[in-house]
């Protein structure tokens, strides 16, 4: 039996994405702790970007994958580069 950490990554958006989605609301409330300016339409992208990030690389639609790996790799380095700024401001 062998690990496939491609394999679990796209399993894991996949799994975000649909818990997000019927989580709305708690996704929206964590956008609006991040005081983010509209946490609906941040959290809404955020959930598109997951599944259909997702769809593309699971499903190699047109050969697309690539363009799914990016949005997935895209939106985690959003995200890390938040986080980072969010810490050092809460320091100051």
Do not use: H
């Not at 496939?4 to 997000?20: H, I, L, P, Q, T």
């Amino acid at each position: 039996m062998t690990f496939d950490v491609r394999e679990n990554e796209r399993k894991m958006s996949v799994y975000a994405g649909v818990f997000s989605l019927f989580n709305f609301a708690a996704v929206v409330a964590e956008m609006k702790d991040a005081n983010l300016s509209s946490p609906r339409l941040c959290a809404a992208t955020m959930i598109a970007t997951q599944l259909v990030g997702s769809f593309l690389v699971i499903t190699n639609v047109a050969g697309l994958t690539w363009l799914g790996a990016g949005i997935l790799g895209g939106s985690r380095s959003l995200s890390a580069a938040r986080n980072c700024t969010s810490r050092s401001n809460m320091s100051r």
